[in-house]
């Protein structure tokens, strides 16, 4: 499986970007796609997934940092997992990262949860 992320970019507070996590050499819908961010100095942090296998009705789950102004989603004619953010802080300025992988539950939203990673792609909210 080969991941690559795109469409960030520099953005004022309060705006939005959309990203996009194409898959190839696999489907999206055969691994649980996960964005994940890693601001300089700090560890990779989790942000959303789109779970291969729905739990208690839904695919999605987000961090709480980014609940409300962030929606995964999953194109299965483009095989993608894209990623919509709104309401962007300065405090999202980081590179985003995109990930396949099967976890457990308990690593869902760690980044030991993942065996495929993106190129990661930077976002820069100003103030």
């Known amino acids: 499986v080969q991941l690559q992320a795109s469409g960030g970019g520099l953005v004022q507070a309060g705006g939005s970007l959309r990203l996009s996590c194409a898959v190839s050499?696999?489907?999206?819908?055969?691994?649980?796609i996960a964005w994940f961010r890693q601001a300089p100095g700090k560890e990779r942090e989790f942000v959303a997934r789109?779970?291969?296998?729905?739990?208690?009705?839904?695919?999605?789950h987000y961090a709480d940092a980014v609940k409300g102004r962030f929606t995964i989603s999953r194109d299965n004619a483009r095989n993608t997992v894209d990623l919509q953010m709104s309401s962007l802080k300065p405090e999202d300025t980081a590179v985003y990262f995109c990930?396949?992988?099967?976890?457990?539950?308990?690593?869902?939203?760690?980044?030991?949860?993942?065996?495929?990673w993106g190129q990661g792609t930077q976002v820069t909210v100003s103030s």
């Open positions: 990930a396949a992988g099967r976890p457990i539950l308990s690593t869902a939203v760690s980044v030991r949860g993942y065996t495929y």
């Open positions: 050499r696999g489907t999206s819908n055969d691994y649980s």
């Open positions: 789109f779970s291969r296998i729905a739990r208690f009705g839904s695919n999605t």
